[in-house]
């Protein structure tokens, strides 16, 4: 069982915060290490020899090359040997239960028992951080870490280690070694916490019963419960996963550093390009400079350009969950991303914006069903009662649950917009801004509490990836 949210919020992170900036600087990132494995390690204290397996493995691994700067075949054996040891970890701990399955089906290999490892919780996360540390320094981007208390403090750093942003390190290394943390950041990072909680715990969380208690009547729901159903799911995960980045940079922010942003509201894009612009900006990005540009781009004719988006997005899908829907899911955006840049994304331009918001949110949603379900019988069954109007437009009981959630389902849809960023900008200057954005932050804290106390659903939907 790892760290409640109550048990984080009210006792370690209040103590980590205080002890932090006691103790004198040259010892806060040996004692942020520390802290970063007593949070990792709380439920589960076997995880923290895979995590120290990876920080100094490829801790060694960029001094070694670096050491081997003027020798490409040394420098070239040791990143395959590193990258060797973080996919593996990463392959045997994610994919075994996945392949065995797959053996398993096989006649020959039936015989084979089945397989669940249970999966390290961050892992794809810490593991993508230091592929592309090793990588920054085999390409001479940046210098490897010569403090192996400062690389662990990066890789374990408990604000982002369980659900991203993935953090470069060339981005942070800098204020790794002299970071100067200061009252405005500081306040920064509480207010942007306490936005990502408040997404988390008052939508994310109410948006996922909705979600559950339509996806159970599915079939007797009607085809407006159906779609309004993966509406609900497409606003439980953005609200779940950007208020986590969000939480994660404000913490970020009162210890010192800043992540990158990691969501720029997704659901306002007006093609799939576009969405894949502002979804999970750190994961995208980091396929695009790691594989897709090594792979060779766009630069090599339109057959390996497809070739190349083809193995990024399998690697996508495959990237968030050991299952065939996740492959799905990554094979499909690969389709339509395809399809808008060598097909009609030329002509989806010239309709108006309101219908090609209309084309990128169905499409969108189309995505979450395939996401949200592994069993493929009720993947074709949900999607079916979707696009059918054998059982009616609506029964009863859905229209019920549905208008009591009415209000939260606009307050979710205003919120994913940048209306209230937008109208926020505009009053920031005015004298009573700060005393409404200081009672404001406050309220949605006591709101959190309270709701954390009385409620037990409270999952955060990216840990399993």
């Known amino acids: 069982m790892y760290f409640s949210s109550l048990l984080f919020l009210f006792v370690f992170l ?56 003027g020798n490409i075949k040394c420098k070239r054996v040791l990143l395959i040997l590193s990258l060797v040891i973080s996919l593996g970890l990463l392959g045997v701990f994610k994919y075994t ?6 053996l398993r089906s ?22 993508f951080q230091t592929i592309s540390y ?36 060339a981005d942070i290394a800098k204020m790794l070694d002299s970071r100067r943390e200061t009252i405005s950041q500081f306040a920064k990072g509480i207010k942007l916490f306490t936005i990502g909680l408040g997404k988390k715990v008052l939508i994310a969380n109410q948006m996922g019963v909705l979600w559950n208690t339509l996806r159970a009547m599915t079939d007797a729901g009607g085809v407006l419960s159906a779609w309004i159903g993966i509406i609900s799911f497409a606003f439980q995960i953005y609200f779940d996963f950007s208020g986590y980045s969000d939480m994660a940079r404000g913490l970020g922010n009162m210890f010192g550093f800043e992540f990158m942003k990691n ?16 979804w999970h900006i750190s994961l995208s990005t980091w396929f695009r400079d790691y594989l897709y540009i090594p792979l060779g781009g766009n630069r090599k004719g339109i057959s390996r350009t497809i070739f190349n988006l083809l193995v990024v997005w399998f690697l996508t899908g495959l990237w968030h969950g050991a299952n065939f829907n996740f492959i799905l899911w990554g094979l499909y955006y690969f389709v339509i991303l395809i399809l808008e840049k060598y097909v009609f994304g030329k002509y989806i331009e010239r309709l108006p914006g309101a219908l ?24 074709i069954g949900y999607l079916s009662n979707m696009f059918s109007l054998g059982g009616g437009i609506i029964s009863m009981d859905a229209a019920a649950v549905i208008i009591s959630y009415l209000p939260l ?39 959190c509490t309270a709701s954390l106390v009385n409620q037990g659903y409270n999952p955060f939907l990216y840990f399993r990836f």
Not at 97 to 102: A, K, N, P, Y
Request: net charge positive; hydrophobic share 50%.
């Open 356 to 379: 090609r918001h209309i084309y990128a949110l169905v499409l969108i949603l189309i995505g979450w069903v395939i996401f949200s379900f592994e069993d493929m019988g009720l993947l």
């Open 106 to 127: 096989v006649p020959p290999f039936a015989f084979m028992p089945k397989i669940r490892l249970p999966l390290p919780i961050g892992i794809s996360f810490y593991t």
């Open 97 to 102: 239960g996945f392949v065995s399955d797959i």
């Open 263 to 278: 969501f720029n509201y997704p659901y306002i894009s007006r093609s799939i390009t576009e969405f894949w612009r502002r």
């Open 14 to 69: 209040p103590i980590v915060l205080a002890v932090y900036y006691i103790i004198p600087r040259k010892l806060r990132n040996g004692f942020l290490l520390a802290a970063n494995l007593v949070f990792y390690g709380w439920g589960e204290p076997v995880f923290i020899l895979i995590m120290l397996v990876s920080i100094v493995s490829n801790y060694i691994f960029g001094l070694l090359i670096e050491k081997c700067r």
């Open 134 to 169: 090793v990588i920054d320094v085999y390409r001479g981007d940046t210098k490897a870490q010569r403090s192996l208390v400062s690389f662990g403090t990066y890789v374990s750093f408990f604000p982002q280690l369980i659900a991203g942003p993935i953090v470069r390190y």
């Open 409 to 447: 389902i606009i307050v979710s849809a205003i919120a994913s917009l940048p209306l209230l960023k937008n109208v926020y900008y505009r009053c920031y200057d005015k004298k009573y801004a700060r005393i409404l954005e200081m009672v404001s932050v406050m309220l949605i804290l006591l709101l």
